[in-house]
Nanobody, 123 residues
Framework: QVQLVETGGGLVQTGGSLRLSCAASGFTFSSYAMGWFRQAPGKERELVGGTKWSGSSTYYPDSMKSRFTISRDNDKNTLYLQMNSLKPEDTAVYYC????????????????WGKGILVTVSS
């Protein structure tokens, strides 16, 4: 069955960096667009960014462009999220997701979701 397993979360200080990984299995990873989302306490889930199946094209909302970078390794079936200059407001559960195309990532209707991983940024 499809599995998306996020790792790399935890506690980091303000200004620090963290890299999340998402290991995918149970589907043809290299054929799917992938994305990262997050949900802060008491807030709605939001898009962090997404990448096409090839990694040749990425999309970030304006609010995420400067500090977040998504990449993928199709040989390893793994998606990454590099987060820099972290702020307390970045504290959230981060989810990876898979979709048949990048549009479905952007409109937040992926086919598969991971269970999420907590990132806490201390002030």
């Amino acid at each position: 069955q499809v599995q998306l397993v996020e790792t790399g979360g935890g506690l980091v200080q303000t200004g620090g960096s963290l890299r999340l990984s998402c290991a995918a299995s149970g589907f043809t990873f290299s054929s799917y667009a992938m994305g990262w989302f997050r949900q802060a306490p008491g807030k709605e889930r939001e898009l962090v960014g997404g990448t096409k199946w090839s990694g040749s094209s990425t999309y970030y909302p304006d609010s995420m462009k400067s500090r977040f970078t998504i990449s993928r390794d199709n040989d390893k079936n793994t998606l990454y999220l590099q987060m820099n200059s972290l702020k307390p407001e970045d504290t959230a559960v981060y989810y990876c997701a898979a979709a048949r195309n990048l549009h479905n990532i952007v409109v937040m209707t992926p086919d598969y979701w991971g269970k999420g991983i907590l990132v806490t940024v201390s002030s």
